[in-house]
């Protein structure tokens, strides 16, 4: 009776010790495909963020015009909302390597609270993109307070070691708000220098600014845009700065500036990924 009794017991071990080896096996298996997935990923969305006031239909015009004089690509347009769910609508379609994704939030008003939160949710919409559409590099797009989401989320949220981002161009961003000298820093560009070593060391940022009349661009003063160099120069791969003038350089029109939406193609679309040669020295163009 006890040798029955020990038969089974080595019987139950063998076959318990069996199912967990299966088991651990395909776990592991699923594990690594679920990884080569993303890191094999060729999709390298272009993602944008508007400002202030703005929703996700704010770039509609801006993706028209690029479509128009390139290769014409899917657009994906993101709301987080204050309760942290996200809605999407259009789509991105098969083989696209290149769609647009626009992501808005519901609480789009101005201010310093305000654009942490955005930040905040932009990590959770970051999240929730990569899990759906399975990539780990990108290139990101900002008008206004959405170049400043764009900065706090890389210095607070990014995770450097499973993600890329290749290009930052950030337009008419306002680094220091409505300051107009450097020496008046505010407590935001207080705390995004205090951070300053948390970006990306490979990242490549164009920083735009309009001058309208020559000292700002109808609302950002253009110190507050160029105080961009104390949070990037020497720390990326490379910061440029780029002033445009003239016709469409008012605010609101910067998006779809000429100049800029060249810079878009040459700098964004055309070099996706690889970074360009470094070029850290903060000129103004």
Request: net charge positive; hydrophobic share 35%.
């Amino acid at each position: 009776m006890k040798k029955i009794k020990n038969v089974s017991a080595g019987l139950f071990l063998l076959l318990f010790s069996l199912a967990s080896l299966f088991v651990g096996r395909n776990w592991v298996r699923q594990s690594i495909q679920n990884q080569a997935v993303v890191y094999n990923s060729r999709l390298n969305p272009t993602i944008m963020i508007p400002g202030s006031a703005a929703s996700n239909t704010r770039f509609n015009n801006l993706i028209l015009i690029l479509n128009s004089k390139s290769t014409p690509h899917s657009l994906l347009r993101v709301r987080v909302n204050t309760n942290n769910t996200i809605t999407y609508s259009g789509r991105i379609k098969a083989n696209d390597q290149q769609p647009y994704i626009v992501i808005g939030f519901q609480n789009n008003s101005d201010g310093y609270e305000t654009i942490k939160r955005q930040a905040r949710w932009l990590n959770l919409a970051m999240q929730a993109l990569q899990k759906r559409y399975h990539f780990n590099h990108f290139n990101a797009f900002g008008h206004s307070n959405g170049g400043l989401d764009w900065a706090i989320y890389l210095e607070n949220y990014f995770n450097s070691k499973k993600n890329t981002v290749g290009t930052l161009m950030t337009v008419g961003s306002p680094y220091n708000f409505s300051e107009s000298s450097p020496n008046d820093r505010t407590q935001l560009l207080t705390d995004l220098i205090k951070r300053r070593h948390h970006l990306p060391p490979s990242l490549v940022v164009y920083s735009i600014a309009g001058t309208e009349t020559y000292k700002d661009d109808g609302i950002v003063p253009i110190e507050s845009v160029l105080a961009g160099r104390y949070i990037f120069q020497n720390v990326v791969h490379s910061y440029t700065q780029i002033t445009v003038s003239g016709a469409d350089s008012q605010h609101s029109d910067l998006p779809t500036n000429p100049q800029i939406i060249e810079l878009i193609q040459r700098r964004i679309l055309d070099f996706p990924i690889s970074p360009l040669p470094n070029t850290n020295n903060g000129g103004t163009n």
